[in-house]
């Protein structure tokens, strides 16, 4: 069964950092390329990172550029975001999904059940 799950999220005060981790299952990542999309209540959903399947092209959110990174470890396969420096506006259900590429008109595949950050104080 392929599978993805996500996991760290959380409630964090501004300024505060949270590892997310997207975990493959039944499949391995390491031909794929994972995109993270984030979707805040009212919202529609918006690319946040993506990471090649070499790890050699990553894409940012401009309103992340500097405070998200974006790994991945294949030999675990499972993919990471970083977020340093939180802010209220980073609220939002963050899933994962399979890519074929970070080219922008890439389709999603697979996708996770999602995880919760919440940032507040």
């Known amino acids: 069964q392929v599978q993805l799950v996500e996991s760290g999220g959380g409630l964090v005060q501004p300024g505060g950092s949270l590892r997310l981790s997207c975990a493959a299952s039944?499949?391995?990542?390491?031909?794929?390329?994972i995109g993270w999309v984030r979707q805040a209540p009212g919202k529609e959903r918006e690319g946040v990172s993506c990471?090649?399947?070499?790890?050699?092209?990553?894409y940012y959110l401009a309103s992340v550029k500097g405070r998200f990174t974006i790994s991945r470890d294949n030999a675990k396969n499972t993919v990471y975001l970083q977020m340093n420096s939180l802010k209220p506006e980073d609220t939002a259900v963050y899933y994962c999904?399979?890519?074929?590429?970070?080219?922008?008109?890439?389709?999603?595949?697979?996708w996770g059940q999602g995880t919760q950050v919440t940032v507040s104080s």
């Open positions: 999904a399979t890519r074929a590429s970070c080219v922008p008109t890439a389709q999603y595949g697979d």
């Open positions: 039944g499949f391995t990542l390491d031909y794929f390329a």
């Open positions: 990471i090649s399947s070499s790890g050699g092209s990553i």
